[in-house]
């Protein structure tokens, strides 16, 4: 798969930044205003594989066409949105890292935003971050490696790191000045002694694959989960939106850095998962993140799970 990437492109992963920075203030803000404190933690069954997905934070953004409906009309963006319920002004985002337990080992993937909110999941799904066995990181935006550092430490003190070998040498070889570049440099270049570079289809540890999913970055990678017969993808920021994305999978999203790349990668994996019908978790998924795919009509929705997965 051929990546297309300008200086501009690179620089829209900054736009990310605000976002990621507020994330975690939201959720904390409504716990202290008395509102239902959601649960940040939800462990479901794989096999002999233990997953449980982690609520790092989320938050409400407006102008949800811009971010979601590249190429879209007022009037087709306004209509699968009424179809399924939700406002086409506003979007509602999450930021679910995940870890997965097996074979005695704790794997993280993705840090989070850096806000606290990592730790405070993990210790609800009585774990500490000095427990992390691995880490692994599906790409290097900044919501995705905000954690990895803690007063200039870092967070998972024991853990060693795995990462695409595509997507740590595009932001490793960016000049100072890029935010998303300076964040990796910051947070990721000081481990990267501890770190393996990894290629489509190498295995994490048994059981984990990579799969590449190029578009949204560089080396973009979801990972499939194979235990015991049962299946899973965590496809990252494959998808950003639980139904824009899957309705019209070709509508431009603002953060893919490869709009063309992305939606080949989407149409792909997703087509995978519903002719398999493989569960996927996915970063940006209303929490837990967990669901299944089915196709519709020349696009796909995403089915939350219920009690499927215990």
Not at 233 to 246: E, I, K, Q, S, T
Request: net charge negative; charged share 20%.
């Amino acid at each position: 798969m051929t990546i297309r990437l300008t200086r501009r492109a690179a620089l829209t992963g900054a736009a990310a930044l605000p976002l990621a920075a507020s994330a975690a203030t939201r959720v904390a803000a409504d716990s202290h205003a008395g509102k239902p404190a959601m649960p940040h933690a939800r462990a479901f069954s794989l096999g002999e594989m233990s997953v449980t997905t982690l609520l790092d934070g989320s938050l409400p953004r407006e102008g949800a066409q811009a971010i979601f409906g590249g190429g879209a009309s007022d009037e087709e963006f306004a209509k699968v949105s009424a179809e399924n319920f939700i406002p086409a002004n506003m979007a509602q985002f999450y930021f679910t890292p995940s870890l997965v337990k097996v074979g005695g080992q704790k794997i993280l993937f993705d840090t989070g935003l850096g806000q606290g909110g990592i730790a405070r999941a993990l210790a609800e799904a009585g774990v500490t971050p000095d427990q992390i066995d691995v880490v692994v990181l599906t790409h290097m935006h900044p919501d995705h490696i905000g954690g990895m550092m803690t007063d200039g430490a870092p967070t998972f003190a024991n853990a060693r790191y795995v990462t695409g070998r595509v997507e740590y040498d595009f932001w490793a070889r960016m000049e100072a000045g890029n935010r998303v570049g300076d964040l990796v440099a910051s947070n990721v270049t000081p481990l990267a002694e501890k770190m393996t570079f990894v290629e489509d289809g190498a295995e994490v540890v048994p059981g984990i694959t990579a799969l590449a999913s190029f578009g949204h970055t560089p080396g973009h990678m979801s990972f499939h989960l194979d235990s015991a017969g049962e299946r899973l993808v965590l496809a990252a920021d494959l998808a950003n939106h639980y139904v824009w994305c899957f309705a019209h999978p070709e509508w431009e999203v603002q953060f893919d850095m490869d709009k063309a790349a992305a939606t080949a990668a989407r149409r792909k994996v997703l087509g995978m998962l519903a002719a398999d019908r493989v569960p996927m978790i996915g970063y940006h998924m209303p929490f837990p993140a967990a669901g299944y795919v089915e196709t519709r009509g020349e696009g796909f929705r995403f089915v939350p799970v219920s009690y499927q997965m215990m």
